[in-house]
Nanobody, 126 residues
Framework: QVRLVESGGGSVQAGGSLRLSCAAS????????VAWFRQAPGKEREGVAA????????YYLDSVMGRFTISRDNTKKTVYLQMSSLKPEDAAMYYC???????????????????WGQGTQVTVSS
């Protein structure tokens, strides 16, 4: 059963922008905490941003603060990650993840999330 599907990845030059989308299946609860993670080759998966069920709280990795914005449209069961001023170090496979609670951890970790999408690749050239 497919639960999360990411889209929107691609290849951009440094300084460019991309918007990633994470669409959830009908069976999911649109009030759940959803996060974006990324993983570059040879590196651990890291939490980039997260949004609580009601959008009442968000989390951002320090290195993306002010450049990335997470948002959600619960009517469409879709969470977005707007990425601006992209840097080569932002290049990675980006995954969205969901957990069965509206509350997000203070610092999202891979183990905190039960459901994962297949990922979408982001490439940033200098």
């Amino acid at each position: 059963q497919v639960r999360l599907v990411e889209s929107g990845g691609g290849s951009v030059q440094a300084g460019g922008s991309l918007r990633l989308s994470c669409a959830a299946s009908r069976s999911t609860d649109s009030r759940n905490c959803v996060a974006w993670f990324r993983q570059a080759p040879g590196k651990e998966r890291e939490g980039v941003a997260a949004t609580a069920g009601g959008g009442f709280s968000t989390y951002y990795l320090d290195s993306v603060m002010g450049r990335f914005t997470i948002s959600r449209d619960n009517t469409k069961k879709t969470v977005y990650l707007q990425m601006s001023s992209l840097k080569p170090e932002d290049a990675a496979m980006y995954y969205c993840a969901e957990r069965d609670t509206p509350f997000c951890p203070a610092r999202p970790r891979e183990a905190d999330f039960a459901y994962w999408g297949q990922g979408t690749q982001v490439t940033v050239s200098s």
